[in-house]
Nanobody, 123 residues
Framework: QVQLVESGGGSVQAGGSLRLSCAAS????????MGWFRQAPGKEREFVAAISGSGGSTYYADSVKGRFTISRDNAKNTVYLQMNSLKPEDTAVYYC????????????????WGQGTQVTVSS
C-alpha cells in the first residue's frame, strides 16, 4: 500500500509556472510508475503525464507536451510536475497516482491516489 500527498498548487497568472510535488509513503516507491492527472470543474478527470519507476521513461498528454515536465526522486519518495507557460485551461485539481500496471503510460491501472491540489491560472 502507498499513500500519496500532493502539494505546490496555487494561483498564478497565464504564462507563469508552478511545481507540484507528490510525496509517497512506503519503501517500495521505485516499484511504482507514477502519474499526474487533473480534473477541471464539470469535466472528467484526464491524464496529464506519467513516469516509469526508474524515471527513465516519461509520457505526456498532447495538451501539456513541451510545457510540463514530470520527474521523480526515488531517494526522497517524491514525484514532481513542473508546469511552465501555464494557460487558463490548465486550471484544475491535480492528482498524483501510483500504478504497477503496464498500462500506466496511457493513464490506466492506477490503484493509489492522492487527495489533489488546486491549480488556478488567471488570464
Amino acid at each position: 500500500q502507498v499513500q500519496l500527498v500532493e502539494s505546490g498548487g496555487g494561483s498564478v497568472q497565464a504564462g507563469g509556472s508552478l511545481r507540484l510535488s507528490c510525496a509517497a509513503s512506503g519503501r517500495t516507491f521505485s516499484s511504482y510508475a507514477m502519474g499526474w492527472f487533473r480534473q477541471a470543474p464539470g469535466k472528467e478527470r484526464e491524464f496529464v503525464a506519467a513516469i516509469s519507476g526508474s524515471g527513465g521513461s516519461t509520457y505526456y498528454a498532447d495538451s501539456v507536451k513541451g510545457r510540463f515536465t514530470i520527474s521523480r526522486d526515488n531517494a526522497k519518495n517524491t514525484v514532481y510536475l513542473q508546469m511552465n507557460s501555464l494557460k487558463p485551461e490548465d486550471t484544475a485539481v491535480y492528482y498524483c497516482a501510483a500504478s504497477r500496471r503496464s498500462s500506466y503510460y496511457i493513464g490506466r491501472g492506477y490503484a493509489h491516489w492522492g487527495q489533489g491540489t488546486q491549480v488556478t491560472v488567471s488570464s
